[in-house]
């Protein structure tokens, strides 16, 4: 079913901020703890932007197998309805990356959401734990900067990586303390529940995207009855249960991707590689560089929105790689990879075979993005948080699964996996264009989104939006 929809559009409304401190006791059901405080300006913010945004800081059990043990702040920020008395209640966004920060999304970013979002819900989110202001993991820059290459050549480049991650581990766990091995998404998910029950609210509405999929998904596997409606946008499928599956899965997507963009310049006489051969000139410039990995990401990131003009204008300038030199502390957030996923490689030769595999099958993008996730948790002990089969009961609204076809990230098989896990509890809304996201991607996306939310006005099944081409 191909649906068409009014467009809506939202203010942009900037900010970064402190906040006020609540203490929430484990055993919490319905306590308005909460101490809200105006968000102050940071940086180059302008005080004016920030206005509106409330920020506060929720104290959490490090472990909550442990709800006893140490504590840590957890930040959150908020923005009101702006239409009181049509207020629908408490919308959650669960921020993706790893590493996004949902706080400065809610003062920064407000404008991701429609204005019909933001005139009928409280939208509020939070940075996750180990990220930005809740206790990030922080590492050694010196050490991060001689992270090892995913592109590894032989055995000794493997037991170099093997070292290197035990003693990246031990100096993060150094440098961020307790919280550091408790990062998982098993522990956001009791988080966001922390953060319900010191709203005051019997049940949320949660709009989860990309890495914050996986947060929503296993909040409705295990708090059904506090789900009033969810979205899960360019979605993670948490049930890939092995490192090949999940090394094809990702490069397949990003090469499709390419392909995309390849059609697109083929045809495009604005592109500034018209006419030339991508695929040969793209190879060239993996042969010369001096780190391919790196070189590839920054392609991978450019199909994101998808830049097509950028990507192309890169190709032909060539444009070298730089590294900059720091000191001090960096925040890590890729280290929750390793305790959401296992991703085993026995040695060597079982990882050699991966890159060759992923080389024959997808000409340009036989290094994506999320290898590293494979190499940096390369002799990690067992995920906290291993991946299986969504089991959602007891919902009273279906969840709202919404993809693109062509996403480079969270490829559309992952999407359609996902719908089949929840089964009744789930529909597919596809969006038939391109990029990493598709909220904002079309009017038709953003509206049946907002009716869903707002009315929880389910779409059929095998509903979509047609594609919009992407600017130039």
């Known amino acids: 079913m191909m649906l068409t929809r009014r467009?809506?559009?939202?203010?942009?409304?900037?900010?970064?901020?402190?906040?006020?401190?609540?203490?929430?006791?484990?055993?919490?059901?319905?306590?308005?703890?909460?101490?809200?405080?105006?968000?102050?300006?940071?940086?180059?913010?302008d005080p004016a932007e920030v206005l509106g945004s409330q920020c506060a800081t929720l104290r959490l059990p490090v472990d909550w197998r442990d709800p006893g043990g140490p504590t840590f702040d957890l930040a959150i920020a908020r923005r009101t309805a702006k239409t009181p008395s049509e207020r629908v209640g408490v919308l959650v966004f669960g921020p993706g990356g790893p590493g996004d920060s949902g706080v400065d999304r809610i003062k920064t970013g407000i404008s991701r959401f429609s204005t019909d979002l933001q005139d009928r819900f409280d939208i509020v989110s939070l940075d996750p734990r180990g990220v930005a202001r809740s206790n990030p993991v922080k590492c050694s820059t010196d050490l991060l900067a001689k992270q090892p290459s995913p592109i590894m050549k032989s055995a000794a480049d493997f037991r170099t990586t093997?070292?290197?991650?035990?003693?990246?581990?031990?100096?993060?766990?150094?440098?961020?303390?307790?919280?550091?091995?408790?990062?998982?998404?098993?522990?956001?998910?009791?988080?966001?529940?922390?953060?319900?029950?010191?709203?005051?609210?019997?049940t949320i509405s949660f709009h989860g995207s990309s890495y914050g999929t996986l947060l929503g998904a296993q909040y409705a596997e295990t708090y059904p009855s506090h789900v009033r409606a969810m979205v899960l946008e360019?979605?993670?499928?948490?049930?890939?249960?092995?490192?090949?599956?999940?090394?094809?899965?990702?490069?397949?997507?990003?090469?499709?991707?390419?392909?995309?963009?390849?059609?697109?310049?083929?045809?495009?006489?604005?592109?500034?590689?018209?006419?030339?051969?991508i695929h040969a000139l793209w190879a060239g410039q993996l042969a010369k560089s001096a780190d391919p990995f790196k070189l590839s990401y920054s392609v991978?990131?450019?199909?994101?929105?998808?830049?097509?003009?950028?990507?192309?204008?890169?190709?032909?300038?060539?444009?070298?790689?730089?590294?900059?030199a720091a000191t001090g502390l960096t925040s890590y957030p890729l280290a929750v990879f390793c305790q959401d996923w296992n991703l085993p490689v026995r040695d060597y030769r079982e990882y050699?075979?991966?890159?060759?595999?992923?080389?024959?099958?997808n000409q340009d993008m036989r290094y994506p993005g999320p290898l590293m996730a494979v190499s940096i948790c390369l002799g990690s002990p067992p995920a906290?948080?291993?991946?299986?089969?969504?089991?959602?009961?007891?919902?009273?609204?279906?969840?709202?699964?919404?993809?693109?076809?062509?996403?480079?990230?969270?490829?559309?098989?992952?999407?359609?996996?996902?719908?089949?896990?929840?089964g009744r509890y789930g529909v597919l809304l596809t969006y038939e264009g391109w990029g990493h996201g598709s909220y904002g991607k079309s009017p038709c996306m953003q509206?049946?989104?907002?009716?869903?939310?707002?009315?929880?006005?389910?779409?059929?099944?095998?509903?979509?939006?047609?594609?919009?081409?992407?600017a130039t």
């Open 7 to 45: 467009a809506v559009t939202g203010a942009v409304l900037l900010g970064v901020a402190t906040a006020g401190l609540a203490t929430l006791p484990a055993a919490a059901t319905t306590t308005s703890t909460i101490q809200w405080t105006d968000c102050k300006p940071e940086g180059k913010d």
């Open 384 to 422: 906290n948080n291993p991946q299986h089969q969504l089991k959602v009961h007891g919902l009273e609204t279906p969840v709202l699964v919404a993809n693109a076809i062509h996403d480079p990230a969270t490829g559309y098989s992952w999407a359609q996996s996902v719908t089949r896990q929840l």
């Open 162 to 202: 093997l070292a290197y991650n035990r003693q990246l581990a031990s100096d993060c766990r150094r440098n961020t303390g307790p919280l550091y091995d408790h990062i998982d998404t098993w522990q956001t998910v009791r988080d966001v529940d922390a953060i319900r029950r010191a709203l005051g609210e019997s």
């Open 300 to 324: 991978f990131r450019l199909l994101y929105e998808p830049q097509w003009s950028a990507l192309a204008d890169m190709l032909a300038s060539a444009t070298p790689e730089k590294k900059a």
């Open 234 to 277: 360019s979605v993670i499928d948490h049930s890939t249960a092995t490192t090949r599956a999940f090394i094809d899965d990702q490069a397949t997507a990003a090469q499709d991707s390419f392909d995309e963009f390849v059609k697109w310049c083929d045809a495009a006489t604005a592109c500034a590689v018209h006419g030339r051969d």
């Open 352 to 361: 050699a075979a991966h890159l060759q595999r992923t080389a024959r099958n």
């Open 447 to 470: 509206s049946t989104i907002d009716d869903y939310l707002i009315s929880r006005e389910v779409p059929e099944r095998g509903s979509s939006c047609a594609a919009v081409p992407p």
